[in-house]
Nanobody
Framework: QVQLVESGGGLVQAGGSLRLSCAVSGLTFSDYTMGWFRQVPGKEREFVAAISRSAGTIYYGDSVKGRFTISRDNAKNTVWLQMDSLKPEDTAVYYC??????????????????WGQGTQVTVSS
């Protein structure tokens, strides 16, 4: 059974930092591109960041470039999202996801196979 479990969300003031973790089990972690997405009620899921299997390729959404950092450790089956200089507009439920496509790094939610349950991030002004 594949499981993706996010943690690390919470309430933080604008300008602060949070580090999200996603622990993965039930699949060969190193065979999957990993991504982070976020969603607010009434809006589509938004791409945040993605990292290739070997961490050699990384993409960020325009709204988080320069503030967020994605990383992974294949030995620990874990992917992280370091979020700095947080803004109120970063408030959302954050999801991690895995993509088994053998080439490329997907930035579209539909291309991801498995998803976590999400963790709430709230940034106060």
């Amino acid at each position: 059974q594949v499981q993706l479990v996010e943690s690390g969300g919470g309430l933080v003031q604008a300008g602060g930092s949070l580090r999200l973790s996603c622990a993965v089990s039930g699949l060969t972690f190193s065979d999957y591109t990993m991504g982070w997405f976020r969603q607010v009620p009434g809006k589509e899921r938004e791409f945040v960041a993605a990292i290739s299997r070997s961490a050699g390729t990384i993409y960020y959404g325009d709204s988080v470039k320069g503030r967020f950092t994605i990383s992974r450790d294949n030995a620990k089956n874990t992917v992280w999202l370091q979020m700095d200089s947080l803004k109120p507009e970063d408030t959302a439920v954050y999801y991690c996801a895995s993509d088994s496509l053998p080439v490329g790094v997907a930035t579209v939610a539909l291309e991801y196979d498995y998803w976590g349950q999400g963790t709430q991030v709230t940034v106060s002004s």
